[in-house]
C-alpha cells in the first residue's frame, strides 16, 4: 500500500506559479498510474492531470492545458505538478491520487489519495 503526502500549496497572486509535490512511501510509485485532482468549496473532485507509470503519456483536463505541467520522478518517488498563470479558479485543494491500474480522469479510478494542499490564487 502507497501512502501520499502533497505539499506547495499557498497563497499566489493571479497569473503567478506554484510547484506541488506528492511523496509517496510505502512502495515506489513506478508501480502505479498517477494524477492530480481539485476540489474547489461546494464543488465535485475535478481532474486536472494524469500520468502513465513510465511518464511516457500525460493528459490533461481542458482547463489546464497549456498551463499545468504533470510530471514525476521515479527514482524521488515523487509525483509534481508546476502550475502557471493560476488563475482565481485554480482555487481549490490539490489532491495526488495513485492506481495499480491504468489511470483515467475519474476519481473512482484511484485507490490511493493524499490529504490534499490548498492553493488560493488571489485576484
Known amino acids: 500500500q502507497v501512502q501520499l503526502v502533497e505539499s506547495g500549496g499557498g497563497l499566489v497572486q493571479a497569473g503567478g506559479s506554484l510547484r506541488l509535490s506528492c511523496a509517496a512511501s510505502?512502495?515506489?510509485?513506478?508501480?502505479?498510474?498517477m494524477a492530480w485532482f481539485r476540489q474547489a468549496p461546494g464543488k465535485e473532485r475535478e481532474f486536472a492531470a494524469r500520468?502513465?507509470?513510465?511518464?511516457?503519456?500525460?493528459y490533461y483536463a481542458d482547463s489546464a492545458k497549456g498551463r499545468f505541467t504533470i510530471s514525476r520522478d521515479n527514482a524521488k518517488n515523487t509525483l509534481y505538478l508546476q502550475m502557471n498563470s493560476l488563475k482565481p479558479e485554480d482555487t481549490a485543494v490539490y489532491y495526488c491520487?495513485?492506481?495499480?491500474?491504468?489511470?483515467?480522469?475519474?476519481?473512482?479510478?484511484?485507490?490511493?489519495w493524499g490529504q490534499g494542499t490548498q492553493v488560493t490564487v488571489s485576484s
Open positions: 500520468i502513465t507509470r513510465s511518464a511516457g503519456n500525460t
Open positions: 491520487a495513485a492506481t495499480y491500474y491504468s489511470g483515467s480522469s475519474d476519481p473512482r479510478t484511484y485507490d490511493y
Open positions: 510505502g512502495r515506489t510509485i513506478s508501480s502505479y498510474a
